[in-house]
């Protein structure tokens, strides 16, 4: 038998997905809490059913998220466990 050196192979380059940035407070989004009087375009009277779409505070603290999140809240738990046919009747309860 001959002692032979088995060479490793050389690792592959680092793609640039590979590096992480550091999070530095300027990357950081503002606040939530200054979203909360956020012009909502193109909706001139908003009521309190209306589930309203968008990003920040200004749909988020809308009444009407707020009752929809409950709502799919109280019913999350019984969605999850029911079989493949049972979930759209769940959803449309």
Sequence with gaps: TTDEKKEEA???PKSSSDTTTPIQP???P???HQYTNYPLK????????DVLC????GTNNHAG???FRDLVNERKRTYLNSS????????RS
């Design 10 to 12: 050389p690792s592959p």
């Design 26 to 28: 300027s990357n950081l």
């Design 30 to 32: 503002p606040p939530a």
């Design 42 to 49: 193109n909706i001139r009277t908003p009521h309190a059913h």
């Design 54 to 57: 968008g990003r920040g505070g």
């Design 65 to 67: 998220n707020e009752s």
């Design 84 to 91: 493949k046919r049972e979930k759209p009747l769940v959803s």
